[in-house]
């Protein structure tokens, strides 16, 4: 099974400034077959990037995605309120879906 | 608009057996693969499995194998994901979402998601 780790576990920041997040596998993950997903509270998570760099429906062009092999990065350019959550990565592979533990951005 | 309504909150007894239910309107059922992700209190996602609506092919996530079945319904564009000897540590909070698979492996669409709760 491969396995994410994403880095910070917590990142606190202010509106108006950059968050950059990492997600690393324990093997190299196909690009395609990777995704971030953000989740707010009492909500369910939505996707946010899918084939590690395409943005999906709905999401602002303020999210940006890239990486590939076991290196994969989201950047939030200029953080806007309602972009404090928590984000999961997520991998393909193996038939096996699998996610990060997450990395919760919070108001400084 | 494409949607997937999940059935209401279950209370289940150790070693019983639970039945979500997810029924998807707004798009083609069997176009897609639906999958299926739990969420513990306070923790993070993990995926149990999903179920391709064409054919009722299913991929479980090895931790679960064995106690998990996953099925659709075509006539009502419903899934089925039925967990049996339930533990404590099955409490959690069970989405379903429609499932991208082939090029991009992803999903797109969630639903609010079924509280499972496990308690003697």
């Known amino acids: 099974e491969i396995v994410l780790t994403q880095s910070p576990g917590t990142l606190s920041l202010s509106p108006g400034e950059r968050a950059t997040l990492s997600c690393r596998a324990s093997?190299?993950?196909?690009?395609?077959?990777f995704a971030w997903y953000q989740q707010k509270p009492g909500q369910a998570p939505r996707p946010v990037i899918y084939?590690?760099?395409s943005r999906a429906t709905g999401i602002p062009d303020r999210f940006s995605g890239s990486g590939s092999g076991t290196e994969f990065t989201l950047t939030i350019s200029r953080l806007e309120p309602e972009d404090f959550a928590v984000y999961y990565c997520?991998?393909?592979?193996?038939?096996?879906?699998?996610f990060g533990p997450g990395t919760k951005v919070d108001i400084k | 608009q494409v949607q997937l309504v999940q059935s209401g909150a279950e209370v289940k007894k150790p070693g019983a057996s639970v039945k979500v239910s997810c029924k998807a309107s707004?798009?083609?059922?069997?176009?897609?693969?639906i999958s299926w992700v739990r969420q513990a209190p306070g923790q993070g996602l993990e995926w149990m499995g999903w179920?391709?609506?064409?054919?009722?092919?299913?991929n479980y996530a090895q931790k679960l194998q064995g106690r998990v079945t996953m099925t659709t319904d075509t006539s009502t564009s419903t899934a089925y994901m039925e967990l049996r000897s339930l533990r404590s540590d099955d409490t959690a909070l069970y989405y379903c979402?429609?499932?991208?698979?082939?090029?991009?492996?992803?999903?797109?669409?969630w639903g609010k998601g079924t509280t499972v709760t496990v308690s003697s």
């Open positions: 707004g798009y083609t059922f069997i176009s897609y693969e």
């Open positions: 979402a429609r499932t991208h698979t082939g090029h991009y492996n992803y999903m797109d669409v």
């Open positions: 997520q991998q393909y592979g193996s038939s096996q879906f699998t």
């Open positions: 093997q190299s993950v196909s690009s395609n077959y």
């Open positions: 084939g590690a760099s």
């Open positions: 179920i391709s609506a064409y054919s009722g092919k299913t």
